[in-house]
């Protein structure tokens, strides 16, 4: 899996109300509807700011706060490819991976606004191409490799008829 | 090699002897969600192809987070529910029924040395009486309802050791707040916490729902405690089967251990916006309130309420302020009334609302104006989480909460002892 895109940054401890608001998540199933309302609290103007493949990029604790897995749909629908972050809550990192979201730990102090990124998962490398930087990444746990590459934890699950570890 | 609280029980679901960082599939006891996340199970539920639950009667759907329905969406989103439960013949709570980890524990569907999943972060609220319970997404939850079995990578365990009793007028609600002032909101992620010791000990089983309901709000995978006698009758009085306890081994292995002497403790308060912006009462005294909530699944049990009445039942609410009370189940409710509480609030000028979420998730029952304070018993102060972002919340005790809105600002509740 080869993503390319730019860079959004945002702050630390980024929690799932402002990846998308209670007021919105309760009352639809339309990803897309949410989604231009992904990150609003933090700026109002950022759905119309993504460019197909951007990456959001963050500071420590990415999703923290909430169970709610319309918060990686709201990105995945809003036409992100993916989120790096020094650290996620937990919680959110398992539901990326479930609904097939990549996110990568690394070190986003050498990423700034606007960087050009290309990220190979197979790999688990970053090129940071405006810096002409390569960042190292904490590998995720096998399980996790295998939901992803499977298109998330629906189709592993019925591909498999249960868990593969 | 001995084991901690979390390592016992992921090993005796497994059937494994597995320690921090193995990863694991564990057979699950429980499963539970709620309305912000089951339509989004059933829908994962339908894509991996699954026609049965594995057992009808350890599934438990809750409609708490909008209840009664505010919206026609969100109507539409429960009516799928409501279908889904009937055909499969599970447990289900609707409108009025009350707040999921209060219902959960309450209603007798689990014991001590569970495992249990639910599609909410703050199912971690069970560790309190010796169940370790995790919250999951919907994707998680629907793989757990189709085959009573989930991944988990066992966690370290950071010990947090709590020496001396309480003081009058300071709560268990303050004793997290200064715990996840002092960690940090992500100072425990990935990892389980075990809260042990004589402050503990000296708590009431829903002064301890509060610490274990927190433990999320520093990252954490589960809140854990010790099963005493407090415990075995509470549960036993809800659920008659037999079970066992689960304690740490002595060798057992911590990431690491905390100390803590809670004798000076203050009343405590988060300020907006993060749950670990932590400051005791004076540091934010005299600062203005506009409306309290008491209630949630943090503090809106028998206890809480009766703290409240209290000081209602002598002072009522400011005329320049509101107070929203939701008690957290319909059992609560009923001892409520029985006990004249529910008078004594309504006479004091506060609103009573139905069982549920409301008011902390900014679905309804309570969205504050522009630029207003609120208090709440609850346990998140995100910017906007209250439905509207250009308010601010304030974590406290339901008796900081209800002494600030009979002064209309941030007070001290000991000045009303």
Sequence with gaps: MLLRGKAHKFSDNVNTDYIISGK?????????????????????????????????????????????EQAPLAIKHANISGVLAKSFARIFFRN??????????????????????????AKGKIINETKNLTLDVNPLPSVMIEILNDGGLAKHFKKNKGFKI | MGQTIAEKI????????????????????????????????????????????????????????????????????HTLMRDFANKHDINIYDIG??????????QGHIVPSNLVVGADSHTCSYGAINVFSTGVGSTDCAAAMASGKLWFKV?????????????????????????????????????????????????????????SNMAVEMGAKAGLMLADSKTKEWVSQRNSNRFITVEPDNDANYE?????????????????????????????????????????????????LKIAANVLKKHPVSKNCRLII??????????????????????????????????????????????????????????????NTNANIFLASPATVTASVVTGKITDPREFL
């Design chain 2, 97 to 106: 029924c009350g707040v999921c980890h209060q219902l959960i524990p309450e």
């Design chain 2, 326 to 387: 939701a008690p957290a189940s319909k059992d609560i409710f009923i001892k409520a009334m029985k006990k004249g509480l529910i008078e004594t609030f309504v006479k004091a000028g506060a609103a009573v609302v139905t069982p549920g979420c409301g008011p902390c998730v900014g679905t309804h029952n309570g969205v504050p104006s522009d630029g207003e304070n609120v208090i709440s018993s609850a346990n998140r102060n995100f910017k906007g989480r209250m439905g």
């Design chain 1, 96 to 121: 990326a991976i479930n609904t097939g979201l990549p996110v990568i730990e690394c070190d986003t102090d050498k990423i700034d606004k606007g960087d050009k990124l290309r990220v190979d998962m």
């Design chain 1, 24 to 68: 919105y998540k309760f009352k639809t199933l339309n990803m897309n509807e949410l989604a231009k309302h992904v990150m609003e609290d933090l700026d109002p103007d950022f759905y119309s700011k993504i460019e197909k493949g951007d990456f959001i990029v963050a500071g420590q604790n990415f999703g923290s706060g909430s169970s709610r």
């Design chain 2, 256 to 304: 690491k251990e905390l100390d803590f002497d809670f004798s000076n403790l203050k009343p405590q308060v988060a300020k907006p916006h993060t749950v670990d912006n932590v400051v005791s009462v004076d540091k934010v005294a005299d600062t203005t309130i506009h409306q309290g909530v008491i209630g949630t699944c943090t503090n809106g049990r028998l206890e809480d």
């Design chain 2, 155 to 211: 966690p370290p365990t950071i010990k947090i050791n709590c020496s001396r009793a309480l003081v009058k007028g300071v709560y268990s609600k303050d004793l997290i707040l200064y715990i996840i002032g002092e960690l940090s909101a992500d100072g425990a992620t990935y990892k389980a916490v075990e809260f042990i010791g004589e402050t503990i000990d000296n708590l009431s089983i829903d002064a301890r729902f509060t610490i």
């Design chain 2, 10 to 77: 992921l090993s005796n679901h497994c059937k494994n002897e597995v320690y921090a960082d193995d990863l694991v599939i564990a057979d699950v006891d429980f499963v539970m969600s709620q309305d912000g996340t089951t339509p989004l199970a059933i829908n994962a539920f339908e894509k991996m192809g699954q026609k049965t639950v594995f057992d009808p009667k350890k599934v438990a759907f809750v409609i708490d987070h909008s209840a009664p329905s505010p919206l026609e969406g969100v109507s539409n989103l």
